[in-house]
């Protein structure tokens, strides 16, 4: 069974007097453990699909199940639940809270699963000291190079032990050389942990660190194809 499967999925926005189809009948599987670069222009669809995969919306028509469980017509503490238990997500902004240290910030998807302070610590230290930052623990985000800070995100997605990954344009602040970095890092969580990673880039150097390349047009799926490695 797919982790990931969508069905005839829509979603259509009015603008006026005209509809809009950002997502025009989608349907595409993706099992556990891929690593699946997305990409397209922009209003290509593929920001409306990470967003409806990553349950923060709701599509219009068809049908999303995740791990099974069909997504479509839930409430939004139902969409919030799934979110914070299933689906880790790391944001080309990082998206840090400025006035936390790193260890708070990776500990905030615990707060809202309720894990035991002790435990959240704990767990918290782990997935820094995991990424390589083991002593940068109480360092606020302006005390770190934006390589770190993207470390810092990665770790707050991976600490609820979430089966996805949604990473949206994660390397788009950072130079060359940290992007590598930060791909590789990626890499080595699919390959390891069998993490589920699901990237939307632009940028066809940073998709070919994926294994397989879903492009998007006009709200539609144009090819879908393995990524082949020299």
């Known amino acids: 069974m797919a982790l990931i499967e969508t069905r005839n999925l829509c979603k259509f ?7 809009v189809r950002a997502l025009d009948n989608v349907s595409l599987q993706i099992n556990a453990g891929e690593f699946v670069a997305i990409m397209g222009h922009s209003g290509s ?7 409806l995969i990553g349950c923060l919306d709701q599509p219009t028509g068809g049908n999303y199940l995740l791990d099974g469980i069909s997504i479509s017509g839930l409430q939004k503490d139902e969409l919030a639940d799934i979110r914070n238990r299933k689906i880790g997500f790391v944001f080309q902004g990082f998206n840090l809270l400025s006035r936390t240290s790193a260890e708070e910030n990776v500990e905030l998807p ?3 699963s309720h894990v035991p302070v002790k435990e959240r610590k704990k767990r918290a230290k782990e997935a ?10 109480d360092h606020h985000p302006n005390q770190l190079s934006g390589g770190q800070q993207q470390r810092v995100a990665i770790a707050r997605a991976l600490v609820n032990k979430a089966p996805v990954i949604l990473a949206d344009e994660p390397t788009g602040n950072l130079d060359s050389k940290t992007s590598e970095e930060i791909m590789e890092l990626f890499v080595e969580l699919n390959q390891a942990a069998q993490t589920t990673i699901i990237l939307v880039t632009h940028e ?3 998709a070919r660190f ?3 390349i879903i492009r998007f047009m006009d709200g539609q799926v144009v090819s879908d194809e393995p990524v082949v490695k020299s």
């Open 13 to 19: 926005y009015n603008v006026g007097d005209t509809v």
């Open 45 to 51: 669809g593929k920001s409306t699909f990470m967003n």
């Open 110 to 112: 615990m707060l809202y």
């Open 128 to 137: 820094l000291g995991k990424l390589g930052l083991a002593g940068r623990e």
């Open 204 to 206: 066809p150097d940073i």
């Open 210 to 212: 994926s294994n397989r």
